[in-house]
């Protein structure tokens, strides 16, 4: 017999069905993706000058590297990125152990490149994620 708390995304993996621990909604994810993305551009403008926005060459990826840089070090630092932390939800991997160094960093570096975050398997998970033995979770 299956319990009501068997039921919904992330059963699969062994997450609650809602609440704390729980598959991260969409919702929150582009809300934390747009988030980091515009924290991005403020410091990539403050450091490197309002060419990020405009000129060709080196300065057109420092949106990008900051971003990388940010993202990497936060979610080592603290699970999330900044925008994950302001949404209230962050990544963690399945089997309960901590993230480490090499995960978030790979994770981010895999989300940089676009195509493996939006090819999405089961449970919401998109492909660095199923690499990676991680997912996005509610923090609250």
Do not use: Y
């Not at 039921?7 to 997450?15: K, S, T």
């Not at 403050?46 to 060459?57: K, L, N, R, Y």
């Not at 990544?91 to 152990?97: E, N, S």
């Amino acid at each position: 017999m299956t319990s009501s708390s068997d039921i919904g995304p992330g059963a699969g993996v062994g997450l609650p069905a809602d609440g704390k621990g729980s598959l991260a909604g969409w919702w929150p994810r582009i809300a934390a993706l747009v988030g980091d993305w515009a924290a991005s551009m403020v410091v990539a403008v403050a450091v490197f000058g309002t060419g990020v926005m405009t000129e060709s060459g080196w300065r057109s990826f420092m949106v990008l590297a900051v971003f990388f840089v940010q993202a990497s070090i936060l979610t080592v630092i603290t699970g999330g990125s900044f925008g994950q932390l302001v949404a209230g939800i962050g990544v963690v991997r399945l089997d309960g152990r901590e993230l480490g160094v090499w995960r978030p960093v790979l994770r981010t570096l895999l989300k940089c490149l676009v195509v493996p975050v939006v090819v999405v398997g089961a449970e919401r998970r998109h492909l660095a994620d199923l690499m990676l033995g991680t997912a996005v979770v509610n923090r609250r």
